[in-house]
């Protein structure tokens, strides 16, 4: 199979498939008319709309907001999640003792928590940032601590062995085995961040960004401009993730190898 698609198409053009495919279904859906254009407007007209909004700069204020309380409230979560996972994982003890508080808040929907931030930091960018950073900071601390807990054993004790201070074990050794599971985290991490932003920008007092627009759009039946902010909000993310991806493969460009 992967022959033949090899055969088909340059390896290059790959990324556009799944592209190409959403675009398709969208279309044999409005060409069998199982949704009606009023509330799923065709393809080419949600493009144009999303072309014409761009050029024009009418979505770059929503777009640079989303953008901003995003990479700040990732900021925020990378800085206290990876030093506070690095040292909770080099001691099995002390992340086992804060284990059930990091899974609890892990596995709470961080949008149930909306209030509470509300309560804390009012309707506000605070608020909004909060909340994301609380959520992808969990995430970026839990992998952090296993990828320093899970670090090959067999190079730790060959280290030692050698002689190798306890300290040079840990940052030569333990915290470079730590940084593909790390940076599973910080790709999580921004997705989260995003997402939460996305969801606070429509349900907590917002004047701008991209959940603003859509939620707003939503409530004026303006079904154009709705799409097209959910997919410059999805090509966001998927920006950011491979960004990730990038930086990882030019860090960490050991990993999966012996």
Do not use: C
């Not at 065709?42 to 309380?69: K, N, S």
């Amino acid at each position: 199979m992967n022959r033949l698609l090899d055969r088909l198409f340059d390896p290059r053009l790959l990324p556009l498939v799944g592209p190409l495919l959403l675009f398709g279904i969208w279309e044999l859906v409005i060409t069998m008319k199982l949704i009606r254009p009023v509330l799923l407007p065709p393809p080419a007209e949600t493009l144009a709309h999303l072309w014409e909004v761009t050029v024009t700069g009418d979505i770059a204020e929503d777009f640079f907001a989303t953008v901003y309380r995003t990479l700040v409230s990732f900021g925020i979560a990378v800085a206290i999640g990876v030093p506070l996972g690095v040292m909770l994982g080099s001691s099995v003890n002390a992340y086992r003792s804060v284990e059930f508080l990091v899974d609890f808040f892990r596995s709470t929907p961080s949008s149930a928590l909306i209030p509470l931030f509300m309560l804390i930091f009012g309707i506000s960018d605070h608020n909004k940032i909060a909340i994301a950073a609380f959520a992808a900071v969990l995430l970026v601390l839990f992998n952090s601590a296993y990828g320093v807990m899970n670090a090959k054993k067999t190079r730790v004790m060959a280290a030692q062995i050698m002689g190798v201070s306890r300290w040079h074990v840990f940052k030569d050794v333990m915290l470079m085995e730590s940084l593909a599971q790390t940076f599973v985290g910080l790709r999580t991490g921004v997705s989260m961040s995003l997402v939460i932003v996305i969801v606070a920008e429509m349900f907590i007092g917002s004047e701008n960004g991209l959940g603003h627009r859509i939620i707003d759009a939503q409530q004026v039946f303006n079904v154009k401009d709705m799409y097209t902010s959910i997919l410059i909000t999805g090509a966001l993310g998927y920006f950011l993730n491979l960004m990730f991806l990038l930086i990882e493969k030019r860090i960490v460009h050991w990993s999966g190898k012996a």
